[in-house]
């Protein structure tokens, strides 16, 4: 069985195939919680499908872009449970996944922009099934079209991409399909950081006379 997830937004998602379809799934209602709230959704998965950590045969994880703490949470634990069950763990990058869903939805030519906070998005292109350009991360101005978008920007970003298509954010029933059939590239299950985190190392203190 395939177990699924993606935290590299405010939502989390996480679902579960077992090599034909999805069997279960799990869509966080709540934000910004991702270290409380990944693990009571696989464990959900687990459970709805009554399956155990012991079937699964491997793991699936979206690797952003996206912020350092919620990319963390989903990697190490991917990681984590592939190492354990000695299985492997596949990574996509999470825009591939949006891409997917507007690909399903019969679109041809169209962007993935996803909130970058700081009053930016991370953007991708798409045209034939295929990521043309990006990721990157832009101001909303810089990366304006009036092709259609998928993701969290066209709701937050409504003048520069006025054509809001598809789900906000990834599903992770998505990924499952993206991974089974190789539908955009699979890669080591690795950060995609676009920019540096916010914390940073403090500075040597300075003297006192």
Known sequence: MLLAFDTATPHIT??????????????????????EMLAPGIR?????????VADLTAIAVGVGPGPFTGLRVGLVTARTLGFVR?????GVCSLDILAASGVDAG?????VAT??????????????????SGPQVVKPVDGK????VIGRGGVLYPEEFPDKRGPEH???????????????EIVDPEPLYLRRPDAAEPGKPKRVS
């Not at 000695?86 to 596949?90: A, D, F, G, L, S």
């Not at 909130?115 to 043309?132: I, W």
């Open 14 to 35: 996480v679902a579960l195939h077992d090599a034909e379809a999805v069997v279960a799934r799990y869509e966080s209602a709540e934000s910004m919680r991702h270290g």
């Open 170 to 184: 990834p599903l992770a029933s998505v990924l499952c399909d993206v991974v089974l059939n190789r539908r955009f």
């Open 115 to 132: 909130d970058a906070r700081r009053k930016e998005v991370y953007l991708a292109s798409y045209s034939r099934g295929r990521r043309v």
């Open 145 to 148: 079209t009036d092709l259609p």
């Open 44 to 52: 959900r998965v687990l459970a709805d499908a009554r399956a155990t």
């Open 107 to 111: 679109l041809e030519e169209f962007v």
């Open 86 to 90: 000695e299985i492997p763990v596949h």
